[in-house]
């Protein structure tokens, strides 16, 4: 096996973990008491904590009109240059695509599965 491909890093970089809530202002409350600091962003929808290199977020589905499994969840969060190709990719490697690509306000993501049954969210940020 090549080193080549080990030495340049991995071809992602890990941004955020995010949970969902049902509740985001007893979210927040909870979380910045236990982190002992106020979160990055809040919002209805989204709300972070900023930690060295990757942030912990905070999801309500319900404000996008969706669903989300409460409790035992997490869903690591990859930013990608091209998310055509890497859907292209992504969508052969993964055992099953949970959606395709949604854009929303220029951030544009997809979510497959991973062997284990975890949901995974790969997106880029349009530059424009």
Known sequence: ??????DSGPAMELTTVYV???????????YAELFGTGPATADDRF???????VDFGLYR???DGGEF???DNCVPNFEVEDVE????????????VVH???????YRCFHVRDTEGNTIEIFGVDSE
Do not use: N, Y
């Open 1 to 6: 096996m090549s080193t080549d491909s080990q």
């Open 69 to 71: 499994a409460f409790g």
């Open 20 to 30: 969902g809530v049902e509740d985001m202002d007893r979210a927040l409350e909870f």
């Open 61 to 63: 589905a319900g404000a």
């Open 47 to 53: 709300s972070t904590f900023a930690f060295d290199g």
């Open 100 to 106: 395709g690509i949604v854009d929303v306000d220029g």
């Open 85 to 96: 190709a890497e859907f292209e990719r992504v969508s052969e490697l993964a055992p099953a």
